[in-house]
């Protein structure tokens, strides 16, 4: 079956611009993940959707990270102004249920100029 | 915090020989443990998942174990082959509530033939 799809997958912009990227989870799977993969850093967490609320946001950087999931499927995580230091590879995973396995998408690689 | 860390960083082996991959975490509260694998360019592959009541998972030529009371995990690779190489990921999901996955920074394996 079709596996958590990811848009785009490259994305390069300049600074100060906004950007949208888009995750599509493996149907039926109403847990979904966002993480965030630097170079040089580990997978930091981002944000966490059950169904279309987000029980934990802990992990976004400021408040020009944002995100939402709207029908209990797709999810748009959205960056406003972008900063260098947004430049990253944007991971988003999703889930059947509680302690199953998270399934990653191929990820959406930002550059800001 | 939990933080997990992987060593080594860097592993290079001719093929056939059978390794092991170290992973510890800091906080022995978690809910699981999973390792990952990481192609260049591409998302993250689940490899296996262990439960915190499980001593260890098999899937073919990978068996990990886990420690909780100790913080480590060991991801053991039997007769390695270069389609092995890519960079493998340990994560944990802590308990008290929140799905996400506190990742390592990886271990870069490469196999040579």
């Known amino acids: 079956g079709a596996g958590v799809s990811q848009s785009p997958s490259n994305k390069v912009t300049e600074k100060g611009k906004d950007v949208e990227l888009r995750c599509d989870p493996i149907?039926?799977?109403?847990?979904l993940y966002w993480y965030r993969q630097s170079l040089g850093q580990g997978l930091e967490f981002l944000i966490y959707?059950?169904?279309?609320?987000?029980?934990?946001k802990s992990g976004l950087p400021s408040d020009r990270f944002s995100a939402e999931r709207t029908g209990g499927s797709v999810s748009t995580l959205t960056i406003q102004r972008t900063q260098q230091e947004d430049s990253a590879v944007y991971l988003c995973?999703?889930?059947?249920?509680?302690?199953?396995?998270?399934?990653f998408g191929p990820g959406t690689r930002l550059t800001v100029l | 915090k939990q933080e997990v860390t992987q060593i080594p960083a860097a592993l290079s082996v001719p093929e056939g020989e059978n390794l092991v991959l170290n992973c510890s975490f800091t906080?022995?509260?978690?809910?699981?443990l999973q390792w990952f694998r990481q192609d260049p360019g591409k998302g993250l592959t689940s490899l296996l998942l262990?439960?915190?009541?499980?001593r260890e998972q098999t899937s073919g030529r990978l068996n990990a174990s886990l420690d909780k009371s100790s913080g480590r995990s060991t991801l053991y690779i039997a007769a390695s082959q270069p389609g092995d190489s890519a960079t493998y990921l340990c994560?944990?999901?802590?308990?008290?509530?929140?799905?996400?996955?506190?990742f390592g920074k990886g271990t870069k394996l490469t196999v040579n033939p």
């Open positions: 995973a999703s889930s059947s249920q509680r302690a199953n396995t998270q399934y």
């Open positions: 149907s039926g799977h109403t847990a």
């Open positions: 959707f059950q169904g279309n609320s987000a029980p934990d």
């Open positions: 906080d022995s509260a978690i809910y699981n």
């Open positions: 262990i439960q915190s009541s499980q």
């Open positions: 994560a944990v999901r802590p308990q008290g509530g929140s799905e996400k996955l506190v």
